[in-house]
């Protein structure tokens, strides 16, 4: 028969503990009982969920389906109120009794609340779960004034969240150097000023007394008198272990459950691991020595006693607000017979300390730069006699073996610390699975898919061990602005980067071309859903003069016909301005519009006054048209209303940019006149119900749209496509059409993100369509307040056009 395995706690320690017990043995009936209601999930990325980078989908690290196939009885949403360990039996608080002859406690750590009035209002919140985050993301947003109360790595990562939302954010912190325990006055000074240059104010040095307002926080009091306005308010001050169950089970507790170094309580049949421990007198808050703990408990609970814990070494890695910040050791210079050696670059953003004494590395600061901690963590834990190297302790010469650095690292030493990975599980991965790329070893093993600041180091394994290494192809935009465009999106989130040239100065060469310069310009604005600094000299241009350039230095005009459809006055519109402006050519176009073409750029805006019709943005890298049939309004084989549809999905997206052009198409029924099968988007009627496609292409190469969902009603019709549209927004590569966009993150990731996404991230996409939707207009009224020079007629040109000058 099995032994009866509970486990309290279903957060990262507690299950990282069990997978590696299931590695051992399956010879243990688990129960594993949740405060929470959700599956174990990566804690370390709530900043990232908070900051709008990542859905609750992207931080799940064990999924229910993992629970089920290794037959693990889950109790999510259930609190353990009694323990009986002289019957060996916990009671949830329902009165539910479940039996036990193994124990582990894993109940974590909660958040610290230091006494002040006023803590209970509504508006005050802590930052420890998802479902904070959620509230937090609820209450956030423009014109919100939040007050962190905290300096330390959670209270700057909410602080960075809140800020990315909108808010107005102040962090108050009571020690006069943010991360104090992990940093020196230089150091904190260094990320207090990369904070404040993101626009977050900065409060060191102040004692919070009170929390005033009536019902809900309104203000934040300080000791020395000093109000500051806040309604919303986060207290990140420090946790404390959950260590009141152990107590009740009789085990030994000081402020944590007291653990021996094979994690073992003083009952011999409970256990404990993670933030509610205490072992040699040292608490814990950082994961890396939590995972260490779980591998120690699992070999000690299934009779593979032999590992042993020894302590966290006083290290830790961390990226705060995309600063990489590494400490470890003793840096306090005060304390005799020490010497300290520093580097800095203010302009970079650069700091680094390392302590010695008696020719030996005592302790070590990295801001802004980690890339060598594993070299400097080598010589702390060897003591290494570094006199000889004096020259090279900052910036070590070039390696001739390029292998070397990766080859000192011990197998066991944890290389990604959020998530506990070490070396020989990275070398496991590339023997038993066969990983040569960074993706593959994140698919694998987790590594970097925290923090990243590991990737480096990962890589530098990968080359050192796979033996067909692929360097994962992140192209980057161009070398003025030398990151790809995944990268820059986030830097313009994270750093609430509103302006091109903002980019440019921080990210860039200030100058940018003709290559980076439309990108960026795509970017800040979909990021900001519209609201940003606009650019127009960092516009093609087309965009520039909203119309389409010719080669002999004349422009086109394509008024808007939704839908394709017009009316006798239109046509009688473009009639006379056609003969008025002597316009050599009117064509009738592919997508259902009429073309003017010749048109001298100084008579556009008196051309678009008299027409008195939208834009049709035929030249914009945006939405072109709708191309619809008559569908059953008057074909006798239409099923669906494909005119009022296509009106209508025409009047929601027009006036928007996307990564390039982008062609629709509505037909009423599978006959599909209007070609719906090779538009970026396509909905298809049919008999009762709509197919929604996407992807599709017509132009040097013919594909098919892949099907996106079928849906029975056209509003849900619509909303699809809108979703496909906003997600394709904001994931597309600037100048990607939308065929290579499915190609390269597969539909599957597509729908699974769009129309089979959680309410949230749909309402999300839908949301932020809106508010774009909300601050575009017609291009074409910028004929009443043109720019200086913006329709001065340029002079032919013999050599092709380059459509980035005039």
């Known amino acids: 028969?099995?032994?009866?395995?509970?486990?309290?706690?279903?957060?990262?320690?507690?299950?990282?503990?069990?997978?590696?017990?299931?590695?051992?043995?399956?010879?243990?009936?688990?129960?594993?009982?949740?405060?929470?209601?959700?599956?174990?999930?990566?804690?370390?990325?709530?900043?990232?969920?908070?900051?709008?980078?990542?859905?609750?989908?992207?931080?799940?690290?064990?999924?229910?389906?993992?629970?089920?196939?290794?037959?693990?009885?889950?109790?999510?949403?259930?609190?353990?109120?009694?323990?009986?360990?002289?019957?060996?039996?916990?009671?949830?608080?329902?009165?539910?009794?479940?039996?036990?002859?193994?124990?582990?406690?894993?109940?974590?750590?909660?958040?610290?609340?230091?006494?002040?009035?006023?803590?209970?209002?509504?508006?005050?919140f802590v930052f420890r779960t998802y479902d904070d985050t959620r509230q937090l993301l609820e209450l956030s947003g423009p014109g919100i004034k939040a007050v962190v109360i905290g300096g330390g790595l959670l209270g700057l990562e909410a602080a960075r969240g809140l800020q990315v939302q909108g808010c107005d954010v102040t962090v108050v912190h009571l020690a006069d150097t943010l991360m104090e325990r992990q940093l020196d006055s230089i150091g904190g000074g260094y990320l207090r000023s990369k904070m404040e240059a993101m626009g977050i104010r900065v409060l060191c040095g102040r004692s919070t007394q009170a929390l005033l307002g009536g019902t809900h926080v309104e203000k934040v009091l300080f000791k020395d008198g000093e109000e500051i306005d806040a309604n919303l308010v986060v207290i990140a001050a420090g946790i404390r272990p959950n260590s009141a169950l152990?107590?009740?089970?009789?085990?030994?507790?000081?402020?944590?459950?007291?653990?021996?170094?094979?994690?073992?309580?003083?009952?011999?049949?409970?256990?404990?691991?993670?933030?509610?421990?205490?072992?040699?007198?040292?608490?814990?808050?950082?994961?890396?020595?939590?995972?260490?703990?779980?591998?120690?408990?699992?070999a000690t609970i299934t009779g593979n006693r032999g590992p042993v814990f020894a302590g966290a070494s006083p290290a830790s890695k961390l990226k705060i607000m995309g600063v990489e910040v590494f400490s470890a050791g003793n840096f306090d210079c005060s304390r005799p017979g020490v010497e300290a050696i520093r580097y800095e670059d203010s302009s970079l953003g650069i700091y680094k300390k390392l302590v010695l004494k008696d020719g030996r590395l005592e302790g070590v600061i990295l801001v802004g730069d980690a890339s060598d901690d594993h070299r400097y963590m080598d010589w702390l834990r060897t003591n290494k006699d570094l006199s000889g190297q004096r020259r090279h302790l900052l910036a070590p010469p070039p390696a001739e073996d390029k292998g070397q650095d990766v080859a000192s690292i011990p197998e066991g030493d944890t290389i990604c610390g959020c998530l506990g990975v070490t070396k020989g599980d990275i070398i496991h991965a590339i023997h038993a699975d066969g990983v040569c790329t960074m993706a593959q070893l994140k698919d694998k093993t987790r590594a970097s898919t925290g923090c990243g600041s590991c990737t480096s180091l990962c890589k530098s394994l990968l080359r050192a061990v796979a033996p067909e290494f692929e360097e994962d192809k992140a192209k980057v935009l161009c070398d003025c602005v030398p990151f790809p465009q995944d990268k820059i999106r986030e830097m313009i989130?994270?750093?609430?980067?509103?302006?091109?040239?903002?980019?440019?100065?921080?990210?860039?060469?200030?100058?940018?071309?003709?290559?980076?310069?439309?990108?960026?310009?795509?970017?800040?604005?979909?990021?900001?859903?519209?609201?940003?600094?606009?650019?127009?000299?960092?516009?093609?241009?087309?965009?520039?003069?909203?119309?389409?350039?010719?080669?002999?230095?004349?422009?086109?005009?394509?008024?808007?016909?939704?839908?394709?459809?017009?009316?006798?006055?239109?046509?009688?519109?473009?009639?006379?301005?056609?003969?008025?402006?002597?316009?050599?050519?009117?064509?009738?176009?592919?997508?259902?519009?009429?073309?003017?073409?010749?048109?001298?750029?100084?008579?556009?805006?008196?051309?678009?006054?008299?027409?008195?019709?939208?834009?049709?943005?035929?030249?914009?890298?945006?939405?072109?048209?709708?191309?619809?049939?008559?569908?059953?309004?008057?074909c006798r084989f239409g099923t669906q209303s494909a005119l009022s549809t296509g009106i209508e999905l025409e009047r929601r997206l027009e006036n928007l940019y996307t990564p390039h052009k982008t062609k629709l198409a509505v037909v009423g029924c599978p006959r599909n006149c209007a070609e719906a099968t090779v538009k970026d988007i396509g909905l298809i009627g049919q008999d009762g119900s709509w197919q929604v496609v996407v992807g599709g292409a017509a132009g040097k190469g013919v594909r098919k749209a892949d099907l996106l969902i079928t849906v029975e009603t056209t509003e849900l019709a619509l909303e699809s496509a809108e979703l496909f549209f906003q997600y394709y927004r904001e994931n597309g590569h600037y100048l990607e059409r939308s065929y290579d966009f499915v190609e390269r993150l597969g539909m599957e990731k597509v729908r699974r993100e769009t129309v089979y996404a959680v309410d949230e991230a749909r309402q999300g996409l839908l949301d932020r369509l809106r508010k774009s939707k909300e601050r575009s207009s017609d291009a074409w009224l910028e004929r009443y307040n043109p720019r200086a020079t913006q329709f001065v007629q340029i002079e032919p040109m013999e050599t092709p056009v380059n459509e980035f000058a005039n």
């Open 493 to 634: 989130q994270s750093q609430r980067l509103k302006s091109v040239q903002d980019v440019l100065d921080i990210y860039g060469n200030g100058r940018g071309c003709e290559i980076c310069k439309p990108a960026i310009s795509y970017l800040v604005d979909v990021v900001w859903c519209g609201d940003h600094e606009e650019d127009r000299s960092a516009r093609f241009i087309n965009d520039r003069v909203h119309a389409n350039i010719q080669k002999d230095g004349t422009f086109s005009v394509v008024p808007r016909m939704r839908g394709g459809v017009t009316t006798p006055a239109e046509l009688r519109k473009i009639a006379e301005v056609a003969e008025k402006y002597n316009v050599p050519l009117v064509k009738v176009t592919g997508s259902q519009r009429l073309d003017l073409l010749g048109v001298k750029k100084e008579d556009l805006p008196k051309m678009w006054e008299d027409l008195g019709m939208p834009s049709g943005q035929a030249y914009a890298k945006g939405l072109r048209m709708v191309k619809t049939c008559v569908g059953d309004e008057f």
């Open 1 to 124: 028969m099995k032994e009866r395995l509970v486990v309290i706690g279903n957060g990262m320690a507690g299950v990282a503990c069990v997978e590696q017990i299931l590695k051992h043995t399956q010879e243990f009936d688990i129960t594993i009982f949740g405060d929470e209601t959700h599956t174990n999930y990566n804690r370390i990325m709530l900043s990232s969920v908070l900051a709008g980078e990542k859905e609750y989908d992207d931080i799940v690290l064990n999924g229910i389906d993992w629970y089920q196939k290794h037959r693990i009885n889950t109790k999510l949403g259930v609190r353990i109120a009694d323990i009986d360990s002289a019957v060996r039996t916990v009671t949830d608080a329902d009165g539910n009794v479940t039996a036990y002859d193994k124990l582990i406690f894993a109940t974590g750590s909660s958040a610290f609340i230091p006494p002040m009035a006023g803590v209970d209002k509504s508006g005050v």
């Open 246 to 298: 152990g107590k009740q089970a009789g085990v030994t507790v000081n402020r944590g459950i007291v653990v021996n170094d094979q994690m073992e309580t003083s009952d011999p049949n409970i256990f404990a691991v993670g933030e509610c421990t205490e072992h040699n007198g040292q608490l814990f808050g950082l994961v890396a020595p939590l995972f260490e703990q779980g591998k120690v408990l699992a």
